[in-house]
């Protein structure tokens, strides 16, 4: 991981993940072992500058990152 990234996924029950959630050098241990069972969840992280832009892509019907944030109601 390089730069800033913001998870733009809901946050998973448990405070597991929390959504908007800033890392900077690198995944806590309990986010790389979910990223590990579930590689799709990766897609959710973006860089800081592109959250917006990623907001409304998750927020359109049917896009990659739509899906992928459907997927996190299993995670």
């Not at 800033?4 to 929390?18: C, D, F, M, Q």
């Not at 890392?23 to 806590?28: I, K, M, Q, V």
């Not at 790389?32 to 959710?44: D, F, S, Y």
């Amino acid at each position: 991981m390089t730069g800033k990234k913001i998870y733009i996924g809901p946050s998973l029950s448990g405070a597991r993940l929390i959504h908007a959630t800033v890392f900077s050098g690198g995944y806590t241990q309990p986010v790389k072992e979910l990223i590990k069972e579930n590689p799709w969840l990766e897609r959710l992280f973006v860089p800081v500058g592109q959250y917006t832009e990623k907001m409304k892509e998750l927020s359109t019907k049917g896009t990659a990152l739509n899906i992928y944030a459907k997927r996190c109601r299993e995670v």
